[in-house]
């Protein structure tokens, strides 16, 4: 599709979310023959303003997550999913929010989220136990 000011858009929009969100990116290929991209997904962190009583804590909503369809089956989507996951334990998320469309909504719910309200959804995979130690920042 033909959109002029798409790269602009997108760089604006690229320089803005970077510091917020953390991205994977799912390739195929080898160092010899070159990488190409799949699938990626990435993660918006959403830090909640502590209030008298409670401490603040943090959630992440998934975004844009995409993968060829030619690996869709081939565990491209579960593994940039597991990758999100393990992010959000590490970042001590209280919950993942996602909206996902109606071809990947199946998709999700057999990776254990279910719907929650109008159109977001939440996962049901334990994210933070109790008791779990802390652990180090990930990268963004």
């Known amino acids: 599709m033909e ?3 798409f790269e602009a858009a997108f760089a604006q929009w690229w320089r803005v979310e970077l510091p917020r969100r953390t991205f994977w990116l799912a390739e195929v290929g080898s160092p010899r023959s070159g990488y190409t991209a ?13 209030r008298p ?3 603040g804590g943090r959630i992440g909503h998934v975004g844009n997550a ?3 369809a030619s690996f869709a089956d081939r565990g491209v989507p579960a593994a940039l999913l597991d990758a999100v996951v393990e ?6 998320y209280r919950r993942l929010l996602l909206a996902p469309t109606a ?13 929650r309200g ?9 994210i933070v136990g109790r008791g779990e130690p802390r652990a180090a920042q990930a990268a963004h």
């Open 3 to 5: 959109d002029p000011g």
């Open 38 to 50: 799949v699938g990626s997904i990435n993660v918006l962190e959403i830090v909640h303003m502590p």
């Open 53 to 55: 009583g409670a401490r």
């Open 66 to 68: 995409f993968v060829l």
């Open 87 to 92: 992010h959000a334990r590490t970042r001590r």
């Open 103 to 115: 071809g990947s909504a199946p998709f999700y719910r057999r990776a254990g989220s279910c719907p």
């Open 118 to 126: 109008t159109g977001s959804w939440c996962s049901n995979r334990t």
